[in-house]
């Protein structure tokens, strides 16, 4: 894959198709003529919470800017784009998250290959008389995640974010008169007390443990510790904060229903999501997404959602929730770059808000949160409730010979350790050796 990003596209589509995109700037509404963009997106578990989403939302473009719009909605979405890639035929917008099984959006992030978009920050939603910028909310356009190389710079529009946490059957809680736990040692008391074949814990695939770590971190020792941890800084993982993250993993790995990890894939990830319904497994790491993904799945009686922040590290400590924070971005070799700006920011409209929150994919656009009920209005409650927001990922860095992504390195042992064919010792050792480079060439 590097090896074709890195190729130089041998035509440019012709420049003056786009002559009446405004160039970049804030002439967001200037008729467009005859341009076509393609737009690639992930079908994830929104879309089939409100099947053609993104169709209408690119409907509703064209019919606000005159730009026609092939949309590639589908949820292997790597696997369908990625031939035509490899043919220097590139997407004009896509929509996909960092942390897939593929790695594909970090590939683009580590060769360089995504558009600066800062100045679509300054243009005029398409429709409306307000700039971008004044339609997200303050944040999130400041974190390592749309800012991967800290130069101040806004790559990846921030998309549709969800408070990521221990999702369970509430049911099942009331039933058995449990309460949920908010430290450590009462999870590990409960994970004791489970009759046989009831596990504590499983998880969709190793992906998902990106946003369980990011918390975990957060709530075992606090933005500091948090902040040294994502930049890879030299004895981070010597510290006892660090050990106590290594300990607790490792320790939930030993209480994790042992068929999780032959399942946790891009294709059987439903299957371990279907622990948590049957009531084969008490918690696991997910998003808001996982109601509507699961919505015409099979279920225990009485079965309900809970959502919980990861419990303290100690008493009278705050629980965390990470902030997943799902991501559009153009690729640097975009035939229609400006059309395909237009198109970002058109994103943030109150019309394509309105239909993505349909689908209950919410972004972070002010007042989305106000009129929201049932789950959706539990789910987001979590930092009213008491839970710290943890927000970024690690640093970016250089592509090096035979240095792993950070989900290799950090996430994907996890299976490993729950089917017994690593130890913590070797994944605590291989985390420093793989630090060590990936902090030699982080990406400033």
Same mark, same amino acid.
């Given at each position: 894959m590097k090896k074709f990003l890195s190729m130089i596209l041998a035509s440019v589509m012709v420049l003056s198709l786009l002559a009446g995109c405004g160039g970049g700037g804030n002439n967001a509404n200037t008729p467009a003529g005859d341009v076509t963009i393609q737009v690639a997106a992930l079908a =994830? /578990?929104? &879309? &089939? !919470?409100?099947?053609?989403m993104w169709r209408e939302?690119?409907?509703?473009?064209?019919?606000?800017?005159?730009?026609k719009v092939d949309l590639i909605c589908d949820k292997n979405l790597e696997d369908v784009i990625g031939p035509s890639m490899q043919g220097n035929d590139f997407p004009d917008v896509i929509h996909l998250a960092t942390g897939r099984e593929k790695g594909l959006t970090e590939q683009f992030i580590k060769d360089r290959n995504i558009a600066d978009i800062t100045d679509v920050l300054s243009m005029t939603v398409p429709g409306e008389s307000v700039k971008v910028s004044d339609k997200i909310v303050g944040?999130?356009?400041?974190? =390592?995640?749309?800012? +991967?190389y800290n130069d101040g710079r806004t790559y990846l529009a921030p998309m549709f974010y969800s408070p990521c946490g221990l999702f369970y059957n509430a049911g099942l809680f009331e039933q058995n008169d449990w309460t949920v736990p908010t430290t450590w040692d009462e999870m590990w008391a409960l994970a004791d007390s489970l009759p046989e074949g009831q596990y504590l814990f499983t998880y969709p695939t190793t992906g998902y443990f990106d946003a369980f770590l990011y918390a975990l971190m957060y709530?075992?020792?606090? +933005?500091?510790?948090?902040?040294? $941890?994502?930049?890879? &800084?030299?004895?981070?993982?010597?510290?006892?904060? !660090?050990?106590q993250c290594f300990e607790i993993i490792a320790k939930l790995a030993s209480c994790t229903n042992p068929v999780t990890p032959a399942q946790a894939n891009d294709q059987d990830f439903t299957q371990n999501?279907?622990? *948590?319904?049957?009531?084969? #497994?008490?918690?696991?790491?997910? /998003?808001?997404?996982?109601?509507?993904e699961m919505s015409e799945a099979p279920r225990a009686d009485g079965f309900s959602w809970g959502m919980t922040a990861l419990p303290a590290a100690k008493s009278g400590g705050s629980g965390a929730s990470y902030c997943w924070l799902e991501q559009a971005w153009i690729p640097a070799?975009?035939?229609?770059?400006? !059309? !395909?700006?237009?198109?970002? $920011?058109?994103?943030?409209?109150?019309?394509a808000c309105a239909i993505f929150a349909k689908g209950g994919a919410i972004q972070p656009v002010p007042g989305?949160?106000? @009129?929201?009920?049932?789950?959706?209005?539990?789910?987001?409650?979590?930092?009213?409730? /008491?839970?710290? #927001?943890?927000? %970024? @990922?690690? #640093? #970016?860095?250089?592509?090096?010979?035979?240095? %792993?992504? *950070?989900r290799e390195v950090f996430l994907d042992p996890v299976n490993g350790l729950v089917n017994g064919s690593i130890t913590k010792d070797q994944w605590i050792a291989d985390v420093k050796t793989a630090s060590d480079q990936m902090r030699e060439n982080i990406m400033e």
């Open positions: =994830s /578990g929104y &879309e &089939e !919470a409100y099947p053609g939302v690119c409907d509703a473009f064209t019919a606000q800017t005159g730009i944040g999130f356009t400041d974190t =390592s995640v749309t800012n +991967p709530s075992v020792g606090g +933005p500091d510790f948090y902040n040294k $941890a994502l930049r890879y &800084e030299e004895g981070v993982w010597d510290t006892p904060e !660090a050990q999501q279907q622990l *948590v319904l049957d009531n084969k #497994a008490l918690f696991m790491p997910n /998003g808001t997404w996982i109601v509507g070799k975009a035939p229609h770059l400006d !059309a !395909a700006k237009q198109f970002v $920011a058109f994103l943030y409209s109150d019309a989305l949160t106000d @009129n929201l009920d049932g789950d959706n209005k539990m789910f987001y409650s979590i930092y009213d409730n /008491g839970a710290d #927001a943890a927000m %970024g @990922n690690f #640093a #970016a860095y250089e592509a090096v010979a035979g240095l %792993g992504t *950070v």
